[in-house]
């Protein structure tokens, strides 16, 4: 079967974006200041999410009529402002994230975009705040883009956290192609959970080749 999904190239990227609903000014002021981050050496330019993948969160947020979030993997904010902008004025995101420098720049676009009040931050390690929270159906979408490894344990902790059918995304569930051939610990973990995932019963999932790779989760 010819795929009908392919990677983009630079110009089809640009057309992408060019075709979709655009960032606003404060969304695109935080991707400028994050990639000159990223140029300084300050961060990784791979660690934030695509404009359009960010267009798609806010979008789904809405359409799902999600009024809890919870976000694992923060950096500088990009990804925690479309959802919150997504939810409605009394709706809530969580955020989990262990670094106090790179969410510092996030306070700053979440304040400006008027979303703050919407958004709490608890720095820490996000296994452990995850598995602190009640075990019982709270959040309508989850957002995972923390550390690789940790992707297996942090869906575990969700399934029973999220509300019938509430929805997980997880990011870079591609690893740039290498879920086909691991390269090192990152790329195994996911292709073992992308396996599980496919044929687990709990999850309706469908792995989509956005950006590097996003998969989408309902729970049954």
Known sequence: MTPRSFLL?????DYVQASS????????D????????????????TMQIAPEQGVLMRLLTRALGARRAIEIGTFTGFS?????EGLPEDG?????????????????????AGVADRIELRLGDALATLRELPAEETFDLAFVDADKTGYAAYVEELHP??????VVLLDNTLRGGQ???????SDSALASLNA???TDPRWETVLLPLADGLTLLRKR
């Open 9 to 13: 190239t630079a110009e089809l990227a």
């Open 21 to 28: 609903e655009p960032v606003d000014a404060v969304m695109a």
């Open 30 to 45: 935080l991707i400028r200041e994050t990639a000159e981050m990223a140029e300084r050496g300050e961060a990784s330019p």
């Open 80 to 84: 925690a402002l479309c959802i919150a």
């Open 92 to 112: 809530s995101l969580l955020c989990l994230d262990r670094s106090e420098e790179w969410t510092a720049v996030a306070r700053r676009y979440w304040e400006r």
């Open 161 to 166: 956290r999220l509300t019938g059918n509430g």
């Open 179 to 185: 879920v086909l051939d691991p390269e090192d610990e």
């Open 196 to 198: 599980a995932l496919a």
